[in-house]
């Protein structure tokens, strides 16, 4: 009985080794296969600009106003209204190609691009197509690729089709209509969807610290087309492609891409073709679907657009708008790191958006103490306005006020604990006070006095004798347990550096 057993049990164990090391090997085969292939992946962005009003008219861009309350006849396309160019548009479009180091187009102009549908109430949209404002330029990723730019153009949005308010029928807003955008283009030279992923990260801190879009992709005011194809590792020509439409959030991108590359190598591996194809993504299911076959260029019938004029982009002109561009986040980012010597951890929160990296600067004009500013900035500070939902710009202490807590910090009177906890909150509480002032009612300064710290060294190491002799056989590690103790015994008041002095004195 127990030998048979036993030899049934040798038989399972041997059949699920091979079960195993079948698995193995076709998993295995499966990426080799993946291996032999390469994805390449082009991004079409259409960043939504914060203007006032609409490209070719004044109605408001206010998101979220009631459906069609920002509707002049300009938007609806009513017979006889012509388009007025918004200025502001050309000079947001400028100031993000200049940060993108795009060659300006000088001369560029609008063209019509056909088509017919329901959000669309002149049945063609205006847009650039063989001149936009911006050729060329690049932007680096954090492992320091370049993702080159191919074209940046600019054109209107249409309205929004709300297909889900009623069974039957289709509900129009035309709010959307007419708000500026400019589509950001890059060339096929994107290879994986985690490099994608950085792409969008870096361009919408850039257009957000430019002030040229929000960058807020759930309401739809910055979305993304992710065009996928696959060729083998080596070839030059480019695959069929697929394109992935209004994807709604950056993560979205990488697993619509993602989940292309695979579906596209197996189709492959399968001897199947590859249609040109617009997808949608399913977000709830990880998955894409197929929305129509592509449409080309020749289906749009573009032609020059006869109602505006063309742009001109005068040398004083660029040369004004460069001028006043800020210091750009990769800048910053390399002066923190280097002349600054903050961490990169540090000094990327500092420079994750503008607000942050203006309130650390504004600081160091009261400070000349920077890596502690810096740890309050992205310490308790932040904490602070997430926790409560306030912007830094209403952040409640003054830069003096901060300041003065940094100081008393680094003159070793306050624990950075007490300066970030008690006195921080009571200052928030009544922001008109003094830090020093508030330290000494609440009794927090920190005691230099020998006598009293050691009166509490002396107190640790009666209570834990045991520890101590462990201690003096050897177990050095053991310090920082009495430190501990003896500033939870002090309430924060002992100067550390005097403890550990009186400490090993004692110890040894
Ligand atoms: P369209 O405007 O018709 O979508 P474009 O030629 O302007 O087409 O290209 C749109 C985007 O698709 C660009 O970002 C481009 O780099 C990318 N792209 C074009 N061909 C491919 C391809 N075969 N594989 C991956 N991306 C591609
Ligand atoms: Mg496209």
């Known amino acids: 009985m127990l030998i048979r057993s036993l030899k049934a049990l040798s038989a399972a164990v041997y059949s699920s080794a091979l079960f195993f090391y079948a698995t193995a090997i076709s998993i295995f085969a499966a990426l080799e296969k993946i ?7 082009g991004l079409e962005v259409h960043a939504q600009l914060r203007t006032q009003s609409k490209l070719f008219c004044g109605d408001s861009t206010a998101f979220g106003a009631q459906p069609n309350t920002q509707v002049s006849p300009v938007s609806l396309a009513h017979p006889g209204t012509l388009p007025v160019m918004n200025k502001a548009v050309t000079e947001l479009a400028v100031k993000l190609g200049l940060a993108l180091q795009c060659t300006m187009v000088r001369h560029n102009y609008f063209a019509r ?49 709300i297909h889900d308010l009623d069974e039957h029928f289709t509900y ?33 801190r850039l257009v957000r610290w430019l002030g040229v879009c929000n960058g807020n992709m759930e309401e739809g005011s910055m979305r993304c087309d992710a065009n996928i194809s696959i060729r083998l590792k080596g070839e030059t020509k480019l695959g069929t492609r697929v394109e992935v439409k209004n994807l709604n959030s950056i993560r979205h991108v990488k697993l619509a891409i993602d989940f292309e590359i695979n579906r596209l190598i197996e189709l492959t591996e399968n001897g199947k073709q590859i249609v040109q194809q617009t997808r949608s993504f399913d977000a709830e299911k990880g998955t894409t679907f197929s929305l129509r076959t592509k449409e080309d260029a020749e289906d749009y019938r573009y032609f020059p657009e006869p109602d505006l004029p063309p742009i001109f982009l005068s040398e004083a002109y660029l040369q004004s708008i460069q001028s006043a561009l800020p210091v750009l986040p990769e800048a910053l980012f390399q002066k923190y790191t280097g002349q600054f010597q903050l961490a990169p951890n540090i000094a990327q929160t500092l420079c994750a958006d ?16 920077i890596k502690a500013a810096a740890n309050w900035v992205v310490g308790p500070v932040k904490s602070y306005c997430n926790e409560h939902q306030v912007d830094l710009s209403n952040f ?110 004692k110890l040894n």
Not at 124 to 140: K, N
Not at 147 to 161: P, W, Y
């Open 35 to 41: 291996h032999q292939y390469e994805a390449v992946i």
């Open 113 to 161: 691009k056909n088509y017919f549908y329901p959000d669309l109430p002149k049945a063609y949209q205006v847009s650039q197509h063989t001149a936009p404002i911006c050729r060329g330029g690049f932007l680096t990723l954090s492992n320091h690729k370049k993702v080159l730019l191919n074209r940046i153009h600019i054109e209107e949005d249409a309205g929004k089709s």
């Open 172 to 204: 129009l807003d035309f709010n959307r209509a007419g708000i500026p955008l400019l589509e950001i283009v890059t060339e096929p030279c994107i290879h994986s969807a985690a490099d994608a992923y950085d792409y969008l990260t870096q361009l919408r």
């Open 354 to 369: 503008k607000e942050d990296a203006d309130f650390f600067e504004r600081l160091l004009q009261h400070t000349s103490s």
């Open 396 to 505: 409640p202490l003054s830069f003096s006020t901060l300041a003065d807590l940094i100081s008393l910090v680094e003159s070793g009177k306050l624990s950075f604990g007490n300066a970030s906890g008690r006195v921080f909150q009571t200052l928030i509480n009544q922001p008109g006070r003094m830090p020093e002032e508030v330290a000494i009612a609440l009794n927090l300064i920190q005691e230099k006095d020998e006598a009293a710290t050691e009166a509490w060294v002396n107190e640790v190491m009666n209570k834990m004798p045991e520890k101590v002799k462990e201690y003096q056989s050897g177990k050095k590690g053991l310090m920082g347990l009495f430190a501990g103790e003896v500033k939870k015994l002090s309430k924060g008041k002992a100067d550390m550096a005097v403890v550990n002095k009186i400490l090993l004195e």
